[in-house]
Nanobody
Framework: QVQLVESGGGLVQPGGFLRLSCAAS????????MAWVRQPPGKGLEWISG????????AYHDSVRGRFTISRDNVQNTLILQMNSLKVEDTAVYYC????????????????RGRGTQVTVSS
């Protein structure tokens, strides 16, 4: 079955960086677009980035564009989110999700998501 497992979260000071990973298994990773979404404390899920199946197209929410970079390794079946210049408002549980097609949408994938990894940005 489809399994997505996030890792790499933690506590970091404002201006710092983190690298999140999502290990995918149970399906042909290279055939599906992926996304990172997050849920800040007390708020709903928000889409922050998407990448198509072969990694040639990416998109970002305005709140993270220029600071976060999404990428994927279709050999290692891994999705990555490099987060730089972190802000307090980036504090959230971060999830990876899988779309049902090779192309992403600007929405939270609702079929498959991992359990999340906590990112806390605080001084």
């Amino acid at each position: 079955q489809v399994q997505l497992v996030e890792s790499g979260g933690g506590l970091v000071q404002p201006g710092g960086f983190l690298r999140l990973s999502c290990a995918a298994s149970g399906y042909i990773f290279s055939k599906y677009a992926m996304a990172w979404v997050r849920q800040p404390p007390g708020k709903g899920l928000e889409w922050i980035s998407g990448i198509n199946a072969d990694g040639t197209m990416t998109a970002y929410h305005d709140s993270v564009r220029g600071r976060f970079t999404i990428s994927r390794d279709n050999v290692q079946n891994t999705l990555i989110l490099q987060m730089n210049s972190l802000k307090v408002e980036d504090t959230a549980v971060y999830y990876c999700g899988r779309y049902s097609a090779p192309y992403y949408g600007y929405h939270v994938p609702d079929e498959y998501r991992g359990r999340g990894t906590q990112v806390t940005v605080s001084s």
